[in-house]
């Protein structure tokens, strides 16, 4: 079966930068659109961003300009790249795939990893 698993996460300040990394099995990896979704306490899950099979990326507006989403198809594996790291964006980050085009829903995706906590301190 499919699995993702992220990793990466981690405890930082504010103004400063984290990689996420998500690493796939169980699928064809370059046939799938890989994004991310966070959710913090109290919130509904939103979308982060997505990265196509040819590689074309879309993002949320609170994130555009500091996040990017990469793909290295030859390791399964899906980045979050996070820079200029804000308190807000405090949360458990989720790797995400599907067959078919970017989508901002989240239950338009039917895989899903465990996730991984980002805390960014003020």
């Known amino acids: 079966q499919v699995q993702l698993v992220e990793s990466g996460g981690g405890l930082v300040q504010a103004g400063n930068s984290l990689r996420l990394s998500c690493v796939a099995s169980?699928?064809?990896?370059?046939?799938?659109?890989l994004g991310w979704f966070r959710q913090s306490p109290g919130k509904e899950r939103e979308f982060v961003g997505g990265?196509?099979?040819?590689?074309?990326?879309s993002y949320a507006d609170s994130v555009k300009g500091r996040f990017t989403i990469s793909r290295d198809n030859a390791k399964n594996t899906v980045y979050l790249e996070m820079n200029s790291l804000k308190p807000e964006d405090t949360a458990v980050y989720y790797c995400?795939?599907?067959?078919?085009?970017?989508?901002?829903?989240?239950?338009?995706?039917?895989?899903w990893g465990q996730g991984t906590q980002v805390t960014v301190s003020s």
């Open positions: 169980g699928l064809t990896f370059s046939r799938y659109t």
């Open positions: 995400v795939a599907r067959i078919g085009a970017i989508v901002g829903i989240y239950v338009e995706y039917g895989n």
């Open positions: 990265i196509s099979r040819n590689a074309m990326t």
